[in-house]
């Protein structure tokens, strides 16, 4: 297996970088340029692997996409130009890919089959399908619809009002696409407020949604019209270095241009709550915010992370277990089951290989519980094939002492093609 040797036992991290367009934002402008009416421009866009998986799904469905690195032009279609693809709409390892898809194939009048990874194959998509079905599309899958790959055809859709039972950003996405479709108006409450990217992008486009406390409405045929979008940088890539900083000695590491959406930036409260020596200036405030983010070699202490502000963090928590292990005392994860049902279970994923590096971490049904301060050793370790996990244990191996073999490396370049070329930039310099 494809395994790298890590950089480990830094003695400081210095300098600033741009990290990478926010993955969820890249997704959505695809979409979003596909289904409005016009030339859509997108600058900053992430060019990694799952971004690409939309953009290929997009192609099949018969839109006219050209990408050169981060510069994306999309011929919209408007809602009533795509076209049934030829073969299995590929989303390799992307969750967001498939499932925002799925809402928007939901109000087409055609028959598509969608599949991806082994990862994907595993990751629950009931709650997708269920709300899809109630709106009228016709879905099959593996165990009923449960898993891919996934049959849907669409066609008219009627408006719901619906309760999401989990916090989850894909299943609100995946309805208001479909509402945009329907006759009338689609509620919907959240049991917790998760990123609302799709709601900032419909107004991007033109379009008109509401939002009072939890509840978002949506109004269906609306027609939207193509615009320029300016991704910001993805802060779910920022925090690895945010991270990196406040637990490499000597250190001092600037993040430029990182977006700063507040149901994105759970990371920056937990860190100042731990103690992190934290800056953060806002350069914008205009539809998705962004600013520039320093953070310095801190002293920390443990803390608890439950209730509403996990889905504000919720792809942040694998580096923030590291995190904990630099700090004093305990810190404890709670409500954060959804972390069994990404890329990897990142409860055992988390907990299994940084018990290898000599962490004091403990999973629990729905979260995780770190002693610190530990001092991390060296190992062999693998991603597991989940982006995240890989790049946490890179940034793991520069405070540990010994050797660090990482396996299967290459998953990194779902969300951050970059990484190793960024890492090597503030340790050099
Ligand atoms: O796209 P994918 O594979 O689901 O990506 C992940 C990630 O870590 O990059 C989750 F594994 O991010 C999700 C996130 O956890 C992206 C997302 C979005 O763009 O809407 C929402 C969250 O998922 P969910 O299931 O809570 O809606």
Redesign the pocket.
């Known amino acids: 297996m494809e395994s790298v040797a890590l950089q480990t036992g830094i003695s400081s991290l210095n300098g600033s970088i741009s990290v990478p367009g926010d ?2 934002i890249s ?1 959505r402008s695809v979409m979003f340029g596909a289904l409005s009416e016009g030339e859509t421009t997108i600058s900053n866009f992430l060019p990694g692997a ?1 971004c690409l998986s939309t953009i290929s799904c997009f192609k099949q469905l018969g839109v006219d996409i050209s990408q050169d690195g981060p510069t994306v032009r999309i011929s919209g279609k408007g809602f009533h130009g795509l076209q049934q693809p030829d073969g299995v709409l590929d989303v390799g ?5 498939i499932r925002l898809l799925m809402g928007i194939l939901a109000g087409q009048e055609f028959e598509a089959s969608l599949a991806g990874d082994s990862s994907i194959a595993k990751r629950p998509m009931t709650r997708v399908v269920h709300p899809l079905r109630e709106m009228g599309a016709e879905i099959d899958g593996k165990n009923g619809g449960e898993f891919t790959p996934l049959k849907i055809k669409g066609g008219t859709l009627k408006p719901i009002s619906y309760e999401l039972p989990v ?5 609100k ?1 995946a309805i208001l696409l479909a509402g945009l479709q329907a006759e009338g108006a689609t509620t919907i409450v959240e049991p917790a407020r ?2 609302d ?1 799709t709601e900032k992008m419909i107004e991007s486009f033109g379009g008109k949604i509401e939002r009072q406390g939890n509840t978002i409405t949506v109004k269906g045929k609306q027609a939207l019209r193509a615009t320029h979008i300016n991704v910001p940088g993805d802060i ?1 890539s920022a925090a690895f270095f945010m991270v990196a900083a406040a637990i490499t000695p000597d250190s001092e590491v600037k993040l430029l241009n990182v977006g700063l959406n507040e149901t994105r930036t759970g990371i920056i409260d937990v860190m100042k709550q731990m103690g992190a020596d934290i800056t953060v200036d806002v350069l914008t405030t205009e539809g998705e915010p962004a600013g520039n983010i320093t953070v310095r070699t801190s002293k920390l202490t443990g803390t608890e992370i439950s209730g509403d502000i996990i ?1 504000r963090l ?2 942040e928590l694998p580096i923030i277990a590291l995190l904990a292990t630099a700090a004093e005392g305990q810190t404890v994860i709670r409500d954060a089951a ?1 972390l069994k049902v ?2 990897t279970n990142r409860i055992d994923t988390v907990v299994h290989e940084l018990t290898k590096l000599g962490a004091n971490i403990e999973g629990t049904d729905d979260g995780m519980i770190i002693t610190g301060k530990t001092k991390l050793h060296g190992g062999t370790v693998s991603s597991h094939g989940d982006h ?1 996990i890989g790049m946490m244990l890179s940034i793991a191996g520069l405070v540990a002492e010994g050797e660090i073999e990482l396996e299967n490396p290459s998953a990194i370049d779902v ?1 951050y093609p970059e990484f190793f070329e960024h890492l090597s930039i503030l340790t050099q310099s």
């Open positions: 993955k969820s997704h799952d390892n992307s969750g967001t890919t916090a989850s950003a894909q299943v996405s998760t990123r990217h779910s889905p919720i792809d959804e990404k890329e995240r969300s």
